[in-house]
């Protein structure tokens, strides 16, 4: 049975953080989509008697936001974890609408960082695709073989995600920096990594690949071996076994591993800001503008950023959504 108390407790906690006002609006509308959905006269005018309290002393606020929990479900269970689900939901979601809400639209539009977007995204895309063109088969490998070693090798992959970004951009530095053992000798004959885009992409692709590997894997892990050698045994090579069983059979990992490496290589900043902070990424720029200018001048670049990233990730994951329902 669909449920709608925890949407409808995320946007009352969310309200409480606007004034009372905005609190007994919104508890006004949710006690009312309450009522036409469950049917429940009694609950919902108990909300809407108790949601005048903040009126009186703004701490009251407790006493609506208590009974919203308690009359929108049905048992202690659903109490609690809907209540702590709640809060750790606006905890995240809160911050993100204040900035919204503190920056005026005719501020946020910055040329500046339309240019470090675009350096952004071109980046995090190439990244991306190297990042898959790798990531299938040290999937498979992994997925597959049994080996010696191979949770060695699976907790080096994972030491992009748990080691301080800006580590990793200092490791990069070693390696392809103007005098590394890689950089050296890359930049005599014209490519170079320090301050140039082709260091925003390995930077980017070291700490966003793992998320993509790991993707592939658990899903080729899932898949039955006797599949491909089935395949095999009809006359199939190996090759071709893979590409018209495996592949067709992972694709949901495959979008949902892109998607989320795009998204963490957009977001890098400290390994990105230590092997190549010109030319400027948005992260970089913001920051930037943040130590230079003050938060007043970096909030609308920040409010800019955010809103379309959220717009492009949300496109994305709804297309990842609408494939895995088909």
């Not at 539009?109 to 190297?130: C, E, K, P, Q, R």
């Not at 400027?280 to 379309?308: D, H, Q, R, S, V």
Request: glycine letters at 6%.
């Amino acid at each position: 049975m669909k449920s709608h108390s925890f949407p409808f407790l995320i946007i009352l906690f969310t309200s409480s953080f606007f004034g009372a006002v905005a609190f007994i609006c919104v508890a006004m509308l949710i006690s009312a989509l309450f009522w036409y959905f469950e049917k429940d006269t009694k609950k919902s005018l108990i909300m809407i008697a108790s949601a005048f309290l903040p009126l009186i002393w703004y701490p009251l606020i407790i006493v609506p936001l208590s009974l919203a929990v308690v009359v929108m479900n049905d048992d202690n269970f659903s109490r609690v974890f809907s209540f702590a689900a709640a809060i750790f939901v606006v905890f995240i979601l809160f911050p993100v609408l204040n900035l919204l809400l503190y920056t005026s639209p005719s501020e946020i539009y910055d040329a500046g960082l339309i240019n470090a977007i675009t350096v952004s995204f071109v980046s995090a895309t190439i990244s991306t695709l190297i990042a898959l063109f790798l990531a299938l088969p040290l999937g498979y490998v992994l997925a597959r073989w049994n080996f010696d070693g191979m949770r060695f090798i699976e907790s080096v992959i994972d030491i992009p995600i748990v080691i301080p970004h800006t580590v990793a951009g200092i490791v990069l530095l070693l390696v392809f920096g103007t005098s590394g053992i890689i950089g050296a000798p890359l930049s005599q004959i014209g490519i170079k990594f320090y301050y140039a885009l082709p260091g925003i992409v390995i930077a980017m692709l070291f700490v966003s690949s793992p998320f993509l590997i790991n993707q592939i894997r658990e899903g080729i892990e899932k898949i039955d071996p006797r599949y491909e050698y089935t395949a095999m045994n009809l006359g199939a090579s190996r090759f071709r076994a893979f590409w018209d069983i495996v592949l067709p059979l992972i694709k949901r990992n495959i979008l949902a591993g892109s998607v989320n490496a795009w998204a963490r290589a957009v977001s890098e900043f400290g390994a990105v800001m230590m092997i190549a902070f010109y030319p400027m990424i948005a992260p970089t720029y913001i920051y930037f503008l943040y130590t230079n200018y003050g938060l007043k001048e970096a909030l609308p670049a920040t409010a800019f950023l955010l809103l379309l990233t959220l717009g492009i990730f949300g496109i994305l994951r709804y297309l990842a959504g609408r494939d895995k329902n088909d």
